[in-house]
């Protein structure tokens, strides 16, 4: 008896959905706890915005604050996946890292199809968040290598003077 083929989807990642839409609109996680605060009478803080970001999975009665907040779908927030944008059909994308790679002919196909619904296509907007989010979290690693490489030399000098020290004892 022949086995049943299934299909695995990805999990979508809720809070890097809410991330990716937050930056999409050009807010700080500051401006988005004090819309959210002004509109649903809350008092939360950056950090926990941050947290939520941080999550898997948000909980249903948060998501539909933050849809509203955010003037989104539901259903980005809640159901999308990377794959869902970069897959139709038999035409899959390759996503690596920061480098999103297709033909020409389906970009063109995108572009023509960007009214289509969460089930289809996302708008082509979608992959520009998708790449801006991997830019600005690559420049922020960058940011973070560079103060962990000075630390690093600070303490290898500091090292070296006092191995002298001990050296001159």
């Not at 050009?26 to 803080?45: F, P, S």
């Not at 948000?58 to 955010?70: G, R, S």
């Not at 989104?72 to 480098?99: H, P, W």
Request: aromatic share 6%; with cysteine.
């Amino acid at each position: 008896m022949a086995k049943a083929e299934t299909t695995s989807r990805r999990k979508p990642d809720q809070g890097f959905n809410m991330k990716a839409r937050r930056m999409d609109l050009g807010w700080t996680q500051e401006m988005l706890a004090d819309r959210l605060n002004d509109k649903y009478n809350l008092k939360l803080h950056q950090t926990k915005i941050s947290e939520l970001e941080n999550k898997e999975t948000i909980a249903e009665e948060t998501l539909k604050q933050l849809a509203d907040v955010m003037e989104c779908d539901l259903e980005f927030l809640r159901d999308f996946t990377i794959s869902d944008y970069f897959k139709k059909g038999n035409m899959t994308f390759k996503v690596e890292a920061e480098t999103i790679t297709a033909s020409d002919n389906a970009i063109n196909e995108i572009e023509q199809n960007e009214n289509k619904t969460i089930n289809n296509y996302f708008p082509p907007e979608v992959a520009q968040m998708y790449k801006d989010l991997m830019a600005q979290e690559k420049e922020s690693q960058a940011r973070e290598m560079a103060c962990l490489t000075k630390e690093v030399e600070a303490l290898s000098r500091e090292i070296g003077r006092l191995q002298e020290r001990l050296g001159e004892k």
